[in-house]
């Protein structure tokens, strides 16, 4: 049997890195994973960048058919296809892992609830070292949409709320930010800081963007100047996602063309807000 598993991406509001604490808000940028338990090699293919590793793909079958102790096909094909750009702070490992598992899932009819998917996905995540917090909040973000604050360290969801649609236009730089290459210990030097914003978060969760994506610039040596382009020119919010180096706007319903216009940036990514699923 096939089975086909989607998920979604997401920008970030607190980065978790400094504190443990990370806040994330579900955009329509789309991962999909199509599996097939049949044939007699394993072969990942990834049709939005090739090049990338495949490794985290493997681990993420192998441990769904372990999770559901069904034994695993000496031969299956997995393709992966995603919007969402690769190591750019736009959650595409946590938005795979999801569409991955899923996928797997599906093929074999096995049911399970979606936190304990999105658990499985981040267990995947860690194994495959793909990750340094966890990432349960960008898991949460892509898989449950809408604004999420989480806890990365217990693995629990502090909050959820559904903020409405808005435009969302990221800014992508070519170059590419892994997870080895991060100043951790600089990041770590700004938990105070960032953990104030926990609360705005909650009410304001695009000032709390903004103020995240400035301390993170700064520490992280990212070139911030497309976020204050953005806030002269009438964005909500806008500022690093994750650890970069996209930059994510957020903008009114219906703005994203006249902010273009306005601001003459091009070669934005467009996406929407995601509302909360039930």
Not at 81 to 102: E, F, M, Q, Y
Not at 146 to 157: A, C, P, R, Y
Not at 249 to 269: C, N, Q, S, Y
Request: net charge negative; proline share 4%; with cysteine.
């Amino acid at each position: 049997m096939i089975g086909k598993g989607i998920s979604y991406g997401a920008i970030t509001v607190i980065n978790a890195m400094p504190c443990g604490i990370g806040s994330t808000i579900g955009i329509t940028l789309r991962t999909d994973a199509v599996f097939t338990p049949t044939g007699e090699t394993k072969d990942v293919g990834i049709r939005n960048d090739p090049s990338e590793n495949k490794e985290m793909a493997r681990i993420c079958v192998s441990e769904t058919y372990r999770r559901m102790e069904i034994e695993e096909p000496e031969g299956w094909l997995l393709n992966i296809s995603s919007d969402i750009p690769i190591s750019r702070g736009l959650k595409s490992s946590s938005s795979a892992c999801n569409a991955i598992v899923s996928s797997v899932l599906r093929a074999e009819r096995f049911d399970m609830d979606a936190i304990d998917r999105i658990l499985l996905g981040v267990d995947c995540a860690r194994k495959a070292k793909v990750t340094v917090t966890g990432a349960f909040d960008d898991a949460c973000g892509c898989e449950l949409g809408g604004l999420v604050i989480t806890d990365n360290i217990s693995d629990s969801i502090l909050f959820q709320d559904d903020i409405g649609e808005y435009d969302v236009l990221i800014h992508v730089p070519k170059n590419k930010i892994k997870k080895t290459g991060l100043p951790l210990e600089k990041l770590k030097g700004i938990s105070s800081e960032i953990e104030g914003l926990i609360e705005t978060a909650r009410t304001d969760p695009f000032k709390a963007m903004t103020a995240n994506g400035r301390a993170v610039a700064s520490v992280s040596g990212i070139d911030n100047v497309i976020s204050d382009i953005a806030l002269e020119n009438g964005a909500l919010g806008a500022g690093v996602s994750g650890s970069g180096p996209a930059v994510a706007i957020v903008l009114e319903h219906g703005d994203a063309e006249d902010f273009i216009k306005r601001t003459g940036l091009t070669g934005l990514l467009f996406a929407r807000t995601r509302g909360m699923q039930p």
